[in-house]
């Protein structure tokens, strides 16, 4: 079993930044691909940003040029540093791992205009 947990998230003016990270425990060996999802209120979640465990990253297209997705393996962290946020990316942020297996327990993400 993989545990993990996320923290960064607030309220921050558009414009603003905030940075994510994810800590994960337990079976940390298992773990391959990381990623950050997001779910803001009547929406479906959707996929932010992922990190596979040799570093290829793959962002969203509203997402691009503004959010960096990063690890670091010795320390089973994964961070989303967020620029030049826009109240359109209010929501609850989410990590996963392995596609999904694993999930966190998310972080509101609340972007005031």
């Known amino acids: 079993q993989v545990q993990l947990v996320e923290s960064g998230g607030g309220l921050v003016q558009a414009g603003g930044s905030l940075r994510l990270s994810c800590a994960a425990s337990?079976?940390?060996?298992?773990?391959?691909?990381m990623g950050w999802y997001r779910q803001a209120p009547g929406k479906q979640r959707e996929l932010v940003a992922a990190?596979?465990?040799?570093?290829?990253?793959n962002y969203a297209d509203v997402v691009k040029g503004r959010f960096t997705i990063s690890r670091h393996n010795a320390k089973n962290t994964v961070y989303l540093q967020m620029n030049s946020l826009k109240p359109e990316d209010t929501a609850v942020y989410y990590c996963?791992?392995?596609?999904?297996?694993?999930w966190g327990q998310g972080t509101q993400v609340t972007v005031s205009s």
């Open positions: 996963a791992a392995n596609g999904g297996v694993y």
């Open positions: 337990g079976s940390t060996f298992s773990i391959n691909a």
């Open positions: 990190i596979t465990s040799n570093g290829n990253t």
